[in-house]
């Protein structure tokens, strides 16, 4: 019988829910790592029972966690992160140059059929790989000396690598997302990148057209359409249709196009959701309604989900690793919330009940499809 | 035996329950207990100090003897009570701090 694991990262540890294909009852394992702030838990698609999870603490710092019995028992792993060369600089909030430093994991991408490697983002921004299982880490130098990176500067959060999504039908095609950078794209395995970042317009940087220097929240990516990319942007939500190389806007009739998570339908490659949130300077949903918005257009025409949230008095935030679907059919979509509940739709996002509605602020959300 | 008392979030860590006990070799100083406490338990490596500069991280304390040692030199010899193992070298989670800004 087919079945649904949900990775949660929270900020005081690790949770793991777990359903059959009904998704009507649910397990709830955790808190692993209490205390921790997780930032990320990731399963390997090679291997389901095979996890990884970035455990962080501003007091001791960054651990990675690797589990072999799907989140049962875990142990540590490597946890050395050292860029290659000299580090360099980049651009602190004021301006001035600050040499890069490692601080945290905040994504962890498992390859697609070996269950040892993995990708890891890292703030300061860059990229690491692992091929023994997160044993040791190399860094792919080749993103942070592109030559524009004395010019990437930190968002809100910091200057962290979160999204790395690899071409499913060419894994030497990588996309990544940094705030506040913006997209690159490798097509030989990580040597050599490219900014990808034509037609993002943002008024909070010098430039607004600028090749660099765009918040980019989120990309998401369709496995049968690997040249369409969905962008949720600092503001604005973006598409491209050239595999990063142009973006256009698709805001459409959203009430608010600032947001953070942005995920596509696992069946529909055109059906897209994101989480508007009021500003910027307001991190949590307009009007106290906590609304999905859907797309069945690949863009501009969106409509509300709110069956199952609720629509007074909700003032929430949804961060951009805290979205996540599943591959059964109806499309299981998921979030999590910064008030702790995690909202689940059986039904591609057309009604919604919570899984658990007070855990930690959540960080991250991933779903496993277990066949 | 120098005995060491870890924070709980590090204890959890290295799976151990009380006070660590180590054989460290003469000097006994902070380098050294640190040297063979992440020897014993690796997976504590770069949880109190940089793994490559060694430098303590910024909300770590070392305190022994009702002192706060963490600014002393790491190859400084410690308290002979601590290198006698009369008395535990502690390492804590600073009060305050630790804050990410995710």
């Given at each position: 019988m087919s079945g649904v694991r949900v990775l949660v990262g929270t900020r005081k540890g690790a949770f793991v829910l777990t359903s059959d294909g009904t998704r009507d009852e649910w397990d709830v394992s955790g808190p692993h790592f209490p205390g921790w702030e997780i930032y990320h838990v990731k399963g390997s698609p090679a291997d389901p029972n095979r996890l990884y999870a970035s455990q962080t603490s501003g007091w001791f710092g960054q651990v990675i966690q690797r589990s072999n019995d799907a989140g049962k028992t875990w142990e540590p792993v490597g946890n050395k992160f050292v860029y290659e060369g000299v580090p360099g600089t980049h651009q602190w909030y004021d301006g001035t140059p600050r040499p890069w430093e490692f601080k945290r994991v905040w994504h962890l991408e498992p390859s697609a059929n070996d269950p040892d490697t993995l990708y890891a983002g890292v703030e300061d921004a860059s990229l690491f790989r692992s091929t023994d299982g997160g044993g040791s880490w190399q860094e792919l130098p080749g993103l942070r000396g592109h030559g524009s990176g004395p010019n990437w500067q930190p968002g809100a959060g910091g200057m962290c690598l979160h999204t790395i999504l690899v071409d499913p039908t060419n894994p030497d095609r990588i996309f990544i997302a940094i705030s506040a950078a913006g997209v690159f794209r490798t097509d030989d395995a990580g040597k050599t990148w490219q900014p990808m970042n034509r037609g993002l317009h943002s008024?909070?940087?010098?430039?607004?057209?600028?090749e660099v220097g765009h918040c980019v929240h989120r990309i998401a990516i369709h496995p049968s359409r690997p040249n369409v990319l969905f962008m949720q942007k600092h503001w604005d939500v973006m598409r491209s249709d050239d595999a990063g190389g142009s973006w256009h806007e698709i805001s459409g009739n959203l009430p608010c196009d600032f947001g953070f998570p942005i995920d596509v339908h696992a069946h529909e490659p055109e059906t897209i959701y994101v989480i508007p949130i009021k500003s910027d300077s307001e991190h949590f949903v307009p009007e106290g309604k906590l609304r999905v918005y859907r797309s069945?257009?690949?863009?501009?025409e969106w409509e509300a989900l709110t069956k199952?949230?609720?629509?007074?008095d909700c003032y929430v935030n949804v961060l951009r690793d805290a979205m996540a679907v599943d591959t059964l059919d109806p499309c299981g979509v998921y979030f999590g919330t910064s008030g702790g509940q995690l909202y689940a739709s059986p039904d591609a996002g057309n009604s919604w009940t919570p899984i658990v509605r007070d855990l930690p602020g959540v960080l991250s959300v991933e779903v496993q499809t277990l066949k | 035996m120098i005995r060491v008392v870890l924070p709980t979030h590090l204890r959890r860590l290295a799976q151990v329950a009380g006070e660590v006990q180590l054989e460290v070799q003469d000097p006994a100083t902070q380098r050294a207990v640190l040297d063979a406490l992440e020897s014993r338990y690796?997976?504590?490596?770069?949880?109190?100090?940089?793994?490559?500069?060694?430098?303590?991280?910024?909300f770590i304390r070392f305190f022994a003897l009702e002192q706060d040692?963490?600014?002393?030199?790491?190859?400084g010899l410690l308290p002979e009570a601590v290198a006698k193992g009369e008395e535990p070298l502690v390492v804590i989670g600073a009060m305050a701090g630790g804050r990410s800004g995710r």
């Open positions: 008024q909070g940087i010098p430039d607004p057209d600028a069945r257009t690949g863009g501009n199952g949230l609720p629509q007074n | 690796p997976m504590l490596r770069g949880t109190i100090r940089d793994q490559v500069t060694h430098q303590r991280r910024a040692l963490s600014h002393e030199s790491p190859d």
